[in-house]
């Protein structure tokens, strides 16, 4: 007994002066809340601070908050159309996450957090009652001894059965995107999911790698990360093209169809990407013909100059070409600053009799549209 009141005593001080260590906890503070007038209402706790503001993807300018007594500053703005939108807040000219946010946009740079906004009817990537497929990290040996980064989803049911084989559609993002956005900006497994449900799609394999090589080499082997081309078809966005197109064939499919159970022929293979993800598409695709035989464009373009001189064998034959491509997919937003450069190059390809699909719909260069055109192409594959 005696020894349990030591211990009792014991455990009681430990408390008393770990209270102590503590830092002091502030109010709870909820943010994002979406309401149910579809309105949103952003807060953020910043006590010393003199000015915090909203800045959203769905606003036109940034949105001045109030402070309370409490020192959390808020606002309710919308009603807001359904999606999903990025937003962080301005604290005094500095740009920050939401801290009581844990939704966020993966990205080289800033990563700002993400609202998602419920429709009725439900929007084609919602959560539903439905089967779900698996969304896997994986860790691939990559170019000059670097391990490179995949997502990778597998379609409901593709545990149970493991002779059964599956197309696989390469997926990759646009500049300072990451190999999670995709996943979780783009919601492609959920979009998958609920069509798989529908019985609108043949069940696949998707992988979505990490597309710039000269970061990754610079995180792993020391050295300043590079800054982006500046020219879309210039000879150094061409040679980082290259260099991701080489570690794709060479190093990525070769683990893939080692390591899942895939059918491993050019008709099974689809590749697909968005912005410079879908000009690493285009390239690479065209480059490797005895490879993919499907292949998705969205908010991309390769220039008449480029496919003049270096694709010339696309556009010199097109029937051979039709031939080989079960599917050439284009899309764009009529308020994308690469509209111009994407109807200039389905133009090109009409004028060279190259069949191809095209899609131009409202709206910019967002991750609004992309689901948009997952949910338009993924139907259309290995049909």
Not at 118 to 127: E, F, K, R, S, T
């Amino acid at each position: 007994m005696k020894n349990i009141r030591i211990l009792l005593m014991i455990g009681l001080i430990m408390g008393y002066w770990g209270a102590f260590a503590q830092p002091p906890r502030g109010p709870l503070v909820v943010s994002p809340q979406v309401n149910f007038d579809k309105t949103i209402t952003f807060r953020y706790q910043a006590i010393l601070a003199n000015e915090v503001k909203l800045n959203a993807q769905f606003e036109k300018a940034f949105v001045p908050m109030t402070k309370d007594a409490q020192g959390i500053w808020s606002v309710t703005v919308g009603p807001v159309a359904a999606d999903i939108y990025p937003y962080s807040f301005q604290v005094d000219g500095v740009t920050v996450m939401d801290p009581a946010n844990v939704a966020f946009f993966p990205n080289e740079r800033f990563k700002a957090s993400l609202v998602e906004v419920p429709d009725n009817p439900a929007l084609v990537h919602a959560m539903k009652n439905v089967p779900h497929g698996t969304v896997s990290y994986e860790y691939y040996p990559s170019v000059s001894g670097t391990t490179g980064n995949l997502v990778v989803y597998t379609p409901p049911g593709y545990h149970k059965n493991a002779k059964a084989k599956y197309p696989v559609y390469y997926l990759i993002s646009g500049t300072t995107d990451t190999e999670e956005t995709f996943f979780k900006v783009g919601k492609v497994n959920l979009i998958m999911d609920n069509l798989i449900a529908e019985g609108k799609v043949k069940p696949m394999i998707i992988v979505m790698p990490y597309g710039n090589i000269a970061a990754r080499l610079s995180e792993q082997l020391g050295g300043q990360k590079p800054a982006d081309p500046t020219v879309r078809d210039g000879e150094d966005a061409v040679k980082r093209a290259k260099d991701f197109e080489n570690d794709l064939v060479k190093n990525i499919l070769p683990y893939i169809e080692k390591n899942y159970h895939t059918e491993n022929n050019r008709e099974s293979r689809a590749i697909g990407g968005f912005s410079r993800g879908g000009g690493q598409t285009l390239r690479t695709a065209f480059n490797n013909m005895d490879t993919f035989a499907w292949v998705c464009s969205y908010s991309s373009y390769l220039s008449p100059a480029e496919m003049d001189k270096s694709f010339g064998y696309i556009t010199g034959d097109a029937a051979k070409t039709n031939k080989q491509l079960k599917l050439l997919w284009k899309s764009v937003g009529n308020e994308d600053f690469l509209y111009k450069g994407a109807l200039e190059f389905m133009d090109y390809l009409t004028a060279k009799n190259i069949n191809h699909k095209k899609f131009v719909n409202d709206g910019g260069h967002t991750w609004m549209n992309v689901k948009k055109y997952l949910h338009e192409t993924l139907p259309l594959l290995f049909k």
